[in-house]
């Protein structure tokens, strides 16, 4: 297998292989920016990528500006929704920072992710601000359904993105205010995670790689599952013992004052002195 992308000639980066590599049918491979711009120009290429071999690649390159305004049009009405390069509600160039970014996380995740979820991964620019860290994603999608999905762990929050063929992606986001626990409910073929929040448990079914959901239950159960700390109960006998013990200090210091006087005054001999003081230190 090559080493370098078979169109723009540049080695491929660990980020680049990831998700496995980008190959043609003809053994060819594209780095992650090439595969951007053309499965931006042609939605197919990105869910079929083993169809097209790296002269159809070219051509799709040549015909871009003769058939933008036709036949893409055509094509696209038949492909799954286009997850555009720059979102509507960002700017280029932030999106570009956050896609940066996250790329930089994911690789230090070391993140074990299906070739399926690329369409997914593509939204998290849009969702995730540069001031929010990620620290755990996995494949995971809503129970009995067939669309494909990751489901990811933020400082902030978890946020499922999910997407079938022909449809735009679904996004749930649950804050953390939002969720009182997590559980894992075990199955050697497709494990479930469980996020309960107050109303309702939402399931994911992890049917890709149990090793990997397991590994990101437990990133996510030491955050949600930590019994809530009550500081005034946990205090409150801290100060109730100091408190009792400064009053019978005082109470003491007060008996030995009045011992010493009555020993002063002769009403006790220097053994019952003794002895009383020995009571009360006892």
């Given at each position: 297998?090559?080493?370098?992308c078979?169109?723009?000639?540049?080695?491929?980066?660990?980020?680049?292989?990831?998700?496995?590599?980008?190959?043609l049918s003809?053994?060819?491979?594209?780095?992650?920016?090439?595969?951007?711009?053309?499965?931006?120009?042609?939605?197919?290429?990105?869910?079929?990528?083993?169809?097209?071999?790296?002269?159809?690649?070219?051509?799709?390159?040549q015909?871009?500006?003769?058939?933008?305004?036709?036949?893409?049009?055509?094509?696209?009405?038949?492909?799954?929704?286009?997850?555009?390069?720059?979102?509507?509600?960002?700017?280029?160039?932030?999106?570009?920072?956050r896609?940066?970014?996250?790329?930089?996380?994911?690789?230090?995740?070391?993140?074990n992710?299906?070739?399926?979820?690329?369409?997914?991964?593509?939204?998290?620019?849009?969702?995730?601000?540069?001031?929010?860290k990620?620290?755990?994603?996995?494949?995971a999608?809503?129970?009995n359904?067939?669309?494909?999905?990751i489901?990811?762990?933020?400082?902030?929050?978890?946020?499922?993105?999910?997407?079938?063929?022909?449809?735009a992606?679904?996004?749930?986001?649950?804050?953390?205010?939002?969720?009182?626990?997590?559980?894992?409910?075990?199955?050697?073929?497709?494990?479930?995670?469980?996020?309960?929040?107050?109303?309702?448990?939402?399931?994911?079914?992890?049917?890709?790689?149990?090793e990997?959901?397991?590994?990101?239950?437990?990133?996510?159960?030491?955050?949600?599952?930590?019994?809530?700390?009550?500081?005034?109960?946990?205090?409150?006998?801290?100060?109730?013992?100091?408190?009792?013990?400064?009053?019978?200090?005082?109470?003491?210091?007060?008996?030995?004052?009045?011992?010493?006087?009555?020993?002063e005054?002769?009403?006790?001999?220097?053994?019952?002195?003794?002895?009383?003081?020995?009571k009360?230190?006892?």
């Open positions: 297998m090559s080493n370098i078979s169109l723009c000639s540049t080695e491929l980066t660990s980020m680049d292989k990831l998700l496995g590599e980008n190959k003809d053994n060819s491979v594209l780095c992650n920016k090439c595969l951007d711009k053309i499965s931006y120009i042609n939605q197919e290429v990105l869910y079929n990528l083993n169809q097209f071999n790296i002269d159809d690649i070219h051509r799709i390159i015909n871009k500006n003769t058939e933008q305004n036709s036949s893409a049009i055509t094509i696209q009405e038949n492909l799954p929704m286009a997850v555009t390069e720059e979102p509507q509600n960002i700017s280029k160039e932030e999106y570009k920072r896609k940066q970014k996250i790329k930089a996380e994911l690789e230090k995740l070391n993140a992710l299906s070739v399926f979820t690329k369409g997914e991964i593509k939204e998290l620019p849009s969702l995730i601000p540069e001031d929010e990620i620290l755990g994603i996995t494949d999608q809503f129970v359904t067939l669309a494909a999905g489901l990811v762990a933020t400082s902030k929050r978890m946020i499922s993105v999910s997407k079938t063929m022909f449809g992606a679904k996004i749930n986001d649950y804050s953390n205010e939002m969720i009182r626990s997590v559980s894992f409910v075990t199955n050697p073929r497709s494990p479930i995670i469980k996020l309960h929040l107050d109303e309702r448990v939402v399931e994911f079914e992890c049917f890709m790689d149990k990997d959901a397991e590994k990101f239950y437990d990133i996510i159960r030491p955050i949600y599952n930590n019994p809530v700390q009550q500081p005034q109960q946990q205090t409150d006998p801290v100060n109730t013992n100091t408190t009792t013990n400064a009053t019978l200090s005082l109470e003491i210091l007060e008996q030995l004052e009045k011992l010493g006087k009555l020993r005054n002769g009403i006790l001999t220097d053994a019952e002195f003794t002895a009383q003081k020995k009360l230190l006892g």
